[in-house]
């Protein structure tokens, strides 16, 4: 028992060793170092994603992918899925979004009286679309060859929905986080949103619209920047309160 207690007494010592080495390193970042050094990983791990998915469409090994996802995804059609997915795929479109959005400005920013949180909305959603809309230019890969149920335009890579959807939703989850303590709260927050914008990526397969890597990209791209977007309004808000 005694040598037990020894060796959970020296894990705990190393581990205090390692997180104050740490610390140190990113001194210059205080308490904010451990989100940066998080939100870093988690933006490279898109990028290596969204690099990936480029260089698979680049050299057409995407389509094994998208022909099995596709058809699974579609086996479940009935009249009433169609219904349901064209309804949760106008839940990532620009109109819902600008509507959803500026009620979480005007929340954020005249209730909660966070001036940066609600400066947040409008940067990730513009920044979003001008991104999304610049890749789309770049790789310029057509939609499906299928029936389309629903009316779109322009070019599949990345998913403008999906992308979109990715950075509302998950801003929305990262400022019930910042906002609210109640964590029963913010877990049933994190998974509805979570479920719908998977929903939305999803609904675009399945209504014709986007290959699953199209959807894919879109999530990574949409994850990029919005962590670009979180650790810059956590950098301000950091050094505003050192001040």
Known sequence: ????????????????????????????????????????????????????LSEDLLFNELLLFDTIVIKAVRSFSTDNVTLFMTEVSRWGSPWFLSLVGAVVMIYTGLVRRHFWDAVLV?????????????????FHRQRPVLPHLVNVSGFSFPSGHAMMSFIFYGMLIYLVWLNFRNKFFRLAMTILFTAVFLLIGISRIYLGVHYPSDVLAGFAAGSFWLVACVLGLRGIRYYEDED
Do not use: H, W
């Open 1 to 52: 028992m005694r040598f037990g207690n020894n060796k959970k007494n020296s894990l705990i010592f190393v581990a205090d060793e390692f997180l104050t080495f740490f610390r140190q390193k990113l001194g210059v970042f205080g308490p904010f170092s451990v989100k940066l050094v998080f939100g870093l990983a988690l933006g490279l791990a898109s990028l290596a994603l969204f690099a990936k």
């Open 122 to 138: 409008p940067t990730a959603l513009l920044g979003g679309i001008i991104l999304n809309e610049t890749l789309k230019s770049l």
